[in-house]
């Protein structure tokens, strides 16, 4: 059973505080994505990573960095949490062009 | 750029047929995603369209035209469990990347 497993369901943090999502994926994929999702606004890209120690900004990276280390492994950093960050977030991975795209379970982030 | 439009909200009757409608304007591209999520669930794949016409898989079906940029999610007979956001997700070319649509909330109603 493919998997994408995120380090926490539930973080509550302050403002000002560096906050780090990370994600896990199982199924050896090349490509990760970071996105947050946000009443009325959908999905939104963050960060995504084609490659191990590559990346590449998505639709609103500003306030946000992330680490590929590791093929499995994508990290979301948060350098200085704002409250406008408040939101729930989604890693997801995916394979090739024709390939569907799993997701996390998801992070509801809530800074304070 | 990319652009997605489907309808913010639909209701339907538990046991009737509903047709949920995306219409999209992408530089390339290179398939189009349909995700179900349910509230404060992430969301699940439904099915993929590259070629037009119509993919079926059991009570759920999706039709793609790509020389109209549209697309639409049929469900059938209709069960309270489909109560959840539908996703409409375009692959521009050459891309890994899915831009979504902003999602069509449905309601069964009994």
């Known amino acids: 059973d493919v998997k994408v497993t995120q380090s926490s369901r539930y973080l509550v943090k302050r403002t000002g505080e560096k906050v780090f999502l990370e994600c896990v994926q199982d199924?050896?994929?090349?490509?990760m994505f970071w996105y947050r999702q946000d009443p009325g606004l959908g999905l939104r890209l963050i960060y995504f990573s084609y490659d191990v120690k590559m990346k590449e900004k998505g639709d609103i990276p500003e306030g946000y960095s992330v680490s590929r280390e590791k093929k499995e492994r994508f990290s979301l950093i948060l350098e200085s949490a704002s409250t406008n960050q408040t939101s729930m977030y989604l890693c997801?991975?995916?394979?090739?062009?024709?390939?569907?795209?799993?997701f996390g379970p998801g992070t509801r982030l809530t800074v304070l | 750029g990319q652009n997605i439009d489907q309808p913010t909200e639909m209701t339907a009757t538990e046991g009737a047929i509903v047709q949920i409608n995306c219409t999209y304007q992408t530089s390339g591209f290179n398939g189009l995603f349909w995700y179900q999520q349910h509230a404060g669930e992430a969301p699940t794949f439904l099915s993929y369209n590259v070629l037009d016409g119509l993919e079926e898989k059991g009570r759920f079906s999706s039709f793609l035209s790509r020389s109209k940029g549209y697309s639409y999610l049929l469900l059938k007979e209709l069960q309270m469990k489909d109560s959840a956001s539908y996703l409409c997700?375009?692959?521009?070319?050459?891309?890994?990347?899915?831009?979504f649509g902003k999602g069509t909330k449905l309601s069964v109603i009994p």
């Open positions: 997801a991975s995916r394979s090739g062009l024709g390939d569907e795209q799993f």
């Open positions: 199924m050896d994929h090349e490509n």
């Open positions: 997700a375009v692959s521009g070319a050459g891309s890994y990347q899915l831009t």
